[in-house]
């Protein structure tokens, strides 16, 4: 059974730091591209970002240089590292297994981020 | 980047009804787009991928077409369980891979 787990997150003051990682099972972790996709509450879903099996990565413009995703393969582990929080990044964050066709098949449980002084 | 708008923003429907939402690209993305449900406090789930191609587990009653630059995502016979929100994503090329606003289905 396919199994995605995040931890890290929490209350962090606005211009601090914050590194989420997401513990995944289940599948041969290092032949999935990974995704990382944050709603803030109430609102809609947003992409955050994504690393391919040889570690591309993308992002959006409203993180791109802020936010950087990485991956361990030997450890099973997606990681999202966050600098320069503001108010605005405060959301449940989501990891996701790529299903091949940019679809995410399968979604961690989420966890939250607050970014408030 | 490729902006994606579905319609109705909300929508108010009763068991047993056929509902359908559509979603339109500002660019054509072929057939890399995707359908997912979410329920409150829950994570997404995926319905459809490739604009009609049922994910594994799906009931059969959500069905998807569409190409290019417009798609549709249709529950026939809504059940009880089917009352959430639905969100289309784009993932023509290479990322960022844009999600529609939502659409909230509630029961009239």
């Known amino acids: 059974e396919v199994q995605l787990v995040e931890s890290g997150g929490g209350l962090v003051q606005p211009g601090g730091s914050l590194t989420l990682s997401c513990a995944a099972s289940?599948?041969?972790?290092?032949?999935?591209?990974m995704h990382w996709v944050r709603q803030v509450a109430g609102e809609g879903l947003e992409w955050v970002s994504a690393i391919n099996s040889a570690g591309d990565t993308y992002y959006p413009d409203s993180v791109k240089g802020r936010f950087t995703v990485s991956r361990d393969n030997a450890k099973k582990s997606l990681y999202l590292q966050m600098n320069g929080l503001r108010a605005g990044d405060t959301a449940v964050y989501y990891c996701?297994?790529?299903?091949?066709?940019?679809?995410?098949?399968?979604w961690g449980q989420g966890i939250l981020v607050s970014v408030s002084s | 980047d490729i902006q994606l708008t579905q319609s109705p923003s909300s929508l108010s429907a009763s068991v047993g009804d056929r509902v359908t939402i559509t979603c339109r690209a500002s660019?054509?993305?072929?057939?890399?787009l995707n359908w997912y449900l979410q329920k409150p406090g829950k994570a997404p789930r995926l319905l459809i991928y490739a604009a009609s191609d049922l994910e594994s587990g799906v009931p059969s009653r959500f069905s998807g077409s569409g190409f290019g630059t417009d798609f549709t995502l249709t529950i026939d016979s809504l059940q009880a369980e089917d009352f959430a929100t639905y969100y289309c994503?784009?993932?023509?090329?290479?990322?960022?891979?844009?999600f529609g606003q939502g659409t909230q289905l509630d029961f009239k």
């Open positions: 996701g297994r790529d299903s091949g066709v940019g679809a995410i098949d399968h």
């Open positions: 660019q054509s993305i072929n057939a890399y």
């Open positions: 289940g599948f041969t972790f290092s032949n999935y591209e």
């Open positions: 994503q784009q993932s023509y090329t290479t990322p960022p891979y844009t």
